[in-house]
């Protein structure tokens, strides 16, 4: 069987097979909305499935006539079609036996209507006639097929021409026939059209909307749909929108409709009526804007607030949830002096120059009469006038705006704490001590005096508050931790001042990013406060695998613990430090502080303190790297003071046994020989015999027991390995915290069993305590004398309870309750030191 691209029309088919296009079912599909039929020639080009273009040259004019009312027609032809292009092959050789146009012309126009419709106008060849296909197909008569029940579908099944096509293939005059079977069904198909309603009143939704245009004015307005909201149409709305011929049609009734509009009269096409959804899209700067879309979150300038979002009446009546508390605005904080903050407007340029500085400043008028000081941007604090005397031009010697470089790496490690936390026993033990009550017995300065160097409470190192000055608030000098908080409160890192830097070689440590004038309180040293006993089991259980530990002596028997503390905790070590440590006791609290040391601190500066380290083995002792010129090169005290091993128990009791046969004389000349050189190595202090010695000693007079004298030769040996130190610089205040004229008298060195002998001639600073002394805990043990030697652990707290590593010299105490049993109270507290230690086996 051919294909149907060979298939061609009964008409012209040479033609059509000169052309040898190529053709498909579905071109006719595409003919039928191009070209109608109007004429009976025009039947033959409704059955090409030719281009259109290809066959409208040849054939007669009349094709170029768009009659849109007989679209329809056309489109029910062209299901015909389909089926009629079965005979193609045969009308192929038939072509000759086709009609002409003319012929055709001639029997039609019998039939034709005299007139054309007046509907018609748009007609460019009036002069062509108008044939009634229904007639000419002698269709005509059967009427209204679909209405009973006639399926257009089945009529066209049942227009087969099966036998039709194999018998005028069999037929070799099979012209006729042909002809009969290749028309019939296209004469069919015209005649189940109604040319008359399709003359008039058929109309394609296509041409509906064509003819509306005309009418546009008369009609009325349509409302859309998508405006309205609106999704169903009453019957008028659809007439109205038919325009003139559709509205006809419905007044004429539906058998005037062509079969086409009756098919479609009900579907929403044919009113116009859109029934899809109707989508409301908003749109935003050229963007579709999807509603369904997560909202994004409000930029930061939106931060207006609806109000009506907390508009919640019900729960307003029941009063049950509480209305969200407005957000507090965010107070900007501004620095006021910039990267100088701390440095004080200098009143007089000359003020710490020497007298050829002075001189040469002298030379400068321009300096020197200029009394105004410029508070908004001063110079910085030493290099300004320098500079300027020198001669060169002024250039900041670090970053302005941020003087760390960026990119420093921060500790993340570690848990931060900012108020002290009494750990365990820690704040029984504390209560107990005296400092606890006593630093609320008020002090006696006068206005004038502002609570500077004479006072009580300073020289206690107790801070002034409400309760304990006698001076208030305003003009008191005595209240760093309090200056200290509300500097940190406001906020900002040039207020705190301080910041973690990564050194080079020595880990993390602490960078001023301010100014801070000498003995001006830097920054707290908080942490946990924890007992000894808590402090020995932390060491072995919990830090067992770290690689140092940040537990500071604090006060007897307590130690800070910093491993969860505050970043003071960075602060390195230096055998020339910028800062000391200090405890005060605030609010009857103990509390450790950094102050500045003697001297101003420049922004950028490394803070660091001289740890006075106890190793507590020389095994422990770690390099210094703190390159000062007097580096001790070790943290801690010089190699040649690293204290001994302890002595074992047994040991200690055979060198008793051993020294007391050597008899009465040798044991006098070795404790002579240990006093002159405990005399020598400290040269400003008078040696005070310890205790334990004194005690050996008049045993030995006494002839008593050897028994006592074996325990006193065993302290004295105690005590001469262990490390007792003592910073009597420390802590020592010109403004804020210490008077230093009175504390300098005090030797600065940090000394081992030197430090004993000293306290026994009270210092100047002695002379302005209370009238009646407080007692320490040490006091108390040994009240009759206020020297350091009758304070120590060994004497005033047996060793009994403590596991033997801790037993021997608890070091830390010993030189604690030393200085707290000093006739100086300053001196009692201004014992700091870091247990550092790299083994926890060794504490
Ligand atoms: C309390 S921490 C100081 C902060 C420490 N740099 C860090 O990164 O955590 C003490 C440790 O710092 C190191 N360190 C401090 N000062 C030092 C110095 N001058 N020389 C060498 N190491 C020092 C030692 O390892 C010491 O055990």
Not at 717 to 742: C, E, G
Not at 758 to 780: E, G, I, L
Request: with cysteine; net charge positive.
């Amino acid at each position: 069987m051919q294909s149907p691209a060979t298939l061609s029309p009964p008409r012209d088919l040479s033609s059509e097979a000169s052309f040898g296009a190529p053709a498909d079912t579905f071109s006719n599909v595409a003919s039928l909305s191009s070209t109608p039929p109007t004429t009976v020639a025009d039947d033959a080009s409704l059955a090409s499935d030719t281009p259109k273009n290809d066959i409208a040259l040849p054939i007669d004019p009349i094709d170029d006539v768009i009659e849109p009312a007989i679209i329809e027609e056309q489109s029910e032809v062209a299901d015909s079609i389909v089926i009629t292009t079965t005979t193609t092959e045969i009308l192929t050789a038939t072509s000759e036996s086709v009609e002409s146009p003319e012929t055709t012309r001639a029997k039609t126009s019998e039939s034709a209507p005299s007139t054309p419709a007046p509907e018609r106008s748009r007609r460019p060849r009036l002069s062509a006639p108008i044939y009634n296909l229904a007639r000419l197909a002698g269709t005509a008569m059967h009427g209204k097929r679909r209405s009973k029940g006639d399926e257009i579908a089945d009529r066209k099944r049942s227009t087969s021409f099966g036998s039709t096509f194999d018998a005028s293939a069999e037929d070799s005059n099979g012209t006729e026939t042909a002809i009969n079977t290749a028309t019939t069904p296209v004469k069919d198909t015209i005649h189940a059209s109604d040319s008359q309603s399709s003359k008039r009143g058929a109309k394609s939704p296509k041409s509906v909307k064509s003819a509306v245009p005309k009418k546009r004015e008369e009609a009325p307005k349509r409302i859309a749909t998508r405006a309205s909201g609106l999704e169903t149409e009453t019957l008028a709305h659809k007439l109205s929108s038919l325009g003139k011929r559709g509205r006809k049609t419905f007044e004429k009734g539906v058998t005037k409709m062509s079969r086409e509009l009756r098919r479609l009269q009900d579907t929403n096409e044919f009113s116009g009526i859109d029934t899809r959804p109707v989508l409301y899209t908003t749109w935003a700067n050229g963007k579709y804007v999807d509603p369904s879309a997560p909202e994004e979150p409000p930029t930061k300038k939106i931060k207006v607030q609806d109000d009506s979002a907390y508009d919640v009446p019900e729960m307003e009546e029941e009063g049950a949830v509480e209305e969200p508390a407005p957000k507090k605005r965010r107070v900007k904080k501004w620095l006021d002096r910039g990267l100088y903050a701390g440095q004080e407007a200098p009143t007089d340029i000359f003020k710490g120059l020497t007298a050829a500085e002075k001189k040469k400043l002298a030379q400068f008028p321009e300096l020197t009469q200029n009394t105004k000081v410029n508070k908004t941007l001063p110079s910085p604090m030493f290099h300004g006038l320098c500079m300027l005397m020198e001669g060169r031009d002024f250039k900041l010697p670090f970053d302005l705006c941020n003087p760390l470089p960026p990119g420093q790496p921060k500790p993340d490690e570690w848990r931060k704490m900012t108020k002290n936390r009494f750990v365990g026993d820690a704040a029984a033990y504390w209560k107990k001590t005296p400092h606890f009550k006593d630093y609320q017995s008020k002090c006696v300065c006068t206005p004038e005096d502002g609570c500077g160097e004479t006072c009580q409470n300073r020289i206690m190192l107790y801070e002034c508050d409400t309760t304990n000055c006698n001076v208030g608030e305003a003009l008191c000098q005595n209240r760093a931790f309090a200056r200290l908080q509300e500097r940190t409160r406001a906020g900002g890192k040039f207020r705190v001042g301080v910041e973690v830097i990564k050194t080079s070689d020595r880990g993390y440590g602490i960078r001023a990013n301010r100014c801070f004038e000498a003995n001006q309180i830097i920054m707290e040293y908080t942490g946990e406060i924890i007992t000894e006993d808590e402090c020995d089991r932390r060491m072995n259980e919990k830090y067992k695998d770290n690689q140092c530990y940040y537990l500071m002596s604090f006060d007897q028997n307590m130690i800070i613990d910093a491993t969860t503390g505050s970043i003071a905790r960075f602060v390195n070590h230096s055998c020339q430090p910028n800062c000391r440590m200090v405890k005060w006791i605030v609010s009857g609290q103990p509390r450790m502080a950094l102050f500045a040391g003697d001297r101003d601190i420049m922004t950028g500066e490394e803070l660091t303190y001289d740890y006075n380290f106890d190793p507590f083995s020389a095994k422990n002792v770690q390099k210094c790297l703190c390159g000062s010129p007097n580096c001790r090169g070790v943290l801690g005290p010089k190699p040649k003071e690293v204290k001994p091993p302890r002595p074992s128990k047994e040991e200690l009791a055979k060198a008793a046994k051993e020294s007391a046969k050597k008899g009465k004389r040798k044991l006098k000349e070795a404790l002579g020989e240990l006093a002159e050189a405990e005399a020598s190595s400290t040269k400003k202090r008078k040696i005070k015999t310890p205790a334990g010695i004194k005690a050996l000693a008049t045993g030995v007079k006494r002839t008593t027991s050897l028994k006592a004298a074996t325990k006193g030769a065993a302290t004295v040996i105690k005590r001469s390995v262990s490390t007792i130190s003592v910073n009597t610089k420390a802590a020592l205040s010109k403004k804020d915290n210490m008077p230093a004229k009175k504390i300098s008298k005090v030797s600065k060195s940090k000394s081992v069993i030197k430090s004993y002998g000293k306290t026994k001639s009270p210092t100047k600073s002695a002379k302005t305590q209370r009238a009646t002394p407080k007692k320490t805990p040490s006091s108390k043990t040994n009240q009759s004398s206020p020297s350091i030697t009758a304070a120590t652990t060994e004497n005033s707290k047996p060793s009994k309870g403590k596991s033997p590593k801790m037993t021997t010299p608890s070091q830390t105490s010993s030189g604690w309750n030393s200085s707290i049993a000093s006739p100086s109270p300053r001196k009692a507290m201004d014992v700091t030191r870091i247990r550092l230690v790299n083994s926890p086996r060794v504490v």
